[in-house]
């Protein structure tokens, strides 16, 4: 479902004499559906670039992702939002609140993109929010003023609620509590079970162990790295 190769990232400073900082070179691992694969690697070694390329924000300098039959590397701007629909999902700890939208549709929004039908969006979504114990008075308001913990459950119940084929975790658990974290655990593992392909970086290393198949280090695609 997601493929990798020979992936390369180098950042050009231009505040900085055009430094060019090569970041990773020759990365390259797939994903099967059902698989869930751990990023890790050190601090700075390049984890979360090689999400960033993954879900089309950064550019890679050479290589190839292909995600659902797509090579995001060359993809139009406009192939890479129709991924980001139907395909593709992304979940990390903040939520990018669109003000004055009811937390309930904030949640359905990604099914109603989709156009699925309204009172089944509305359901996966009070379904979702109830899991992960939003209460409902906080419903019918925007999760601007929210806490930062109910603003991160917000996000992860909008990032679960369309079923999609490849799903990309930005350390989906961090500062979450007890309760709250087996919660998003168990929605990985349904992913899983419904044929999700998933990339995340967790460094909660008991979540890691409990949903990863696999580790990819990517200090193994560190230029220059032996
Ligand atoms: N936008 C950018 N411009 C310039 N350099 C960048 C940019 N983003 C990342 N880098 C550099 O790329 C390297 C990898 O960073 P990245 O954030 O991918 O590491 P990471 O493995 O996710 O680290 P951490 O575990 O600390 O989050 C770092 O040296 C970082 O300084």
């Known amino acids: 479902m997601i493929h990798v190769e020979n992936l390369a990232k180098s950042f050009t400073l231009h505040t900085q004499g055009s ?10 691992f797939t994903v099967a559906p059902g698989e869930c694969v751990a990023l890790t690697g050190e601090s700075g070694a390049g984890k979360s670039t090689v999400l960033r390329i993954l879900y089309g924000n950064y550019l890679a300098q050479g290589g190839s992702v292909r995600i659902g039959g797509v090579d995001i ?8 939002l129709r991924l980001r629909r139907e395909t593709l999902g992304y979940v990390s700890q903040f939520l990018r609140v669109v003000p004055r939208v009811p937390t309930l549709e904030v949640v ?7 156009g699925r ?21 906080l419903w019918s308001l925007s999760p601007t003023t929210f806490s930062g913990g109910e603003q991160q459950r917000v996000n992860i119940a909008r990032g679960f609620a369309h079923a ?11 500062s979450l509590d007890a309760v709250n974290r087996e919660t998003v655990l168990e929605l990985i593992e349904e992913a899983k079970a ?5 990339v ?25 790295a032996a």
Not at 19 to 28: C, L
Not at 73 to 80: G, K, L, N
Not at 202 to 223: I, K, M, Q, W, Y
């Open 19 to 28: 430094a060019v900082i090569p970041v990773i070179a020759g990365a390259g």
């Open 108 to 114: 359905a929004e990604p099914l109603l993109a989709l």
């Open 194 to 198: 419904g044929g999700a392909a998933i």
């Open 164 to 174: 999609y084929p490849a799903l990309l975790l930005d350390e989906p658990t961090a």
């Open 73 to 80: 590397t060359r993809a139009e701007p406009r192939e890479i």
């Open 200 to 224: 995340g970086i967790f460094h909660d290393l008991a979540a890691r162990a409990r949903v990863a198949d696999r580790e990819v280090d990517v200090s193994a695609f560190t230029p220059g």
């Open 117 to 137: 039908p309204e009172a089944e969006a509305l359901d996966r979504a009070r379904e979702l929010l109830a899991r992960l114990r939003i209460p409902e008075r």
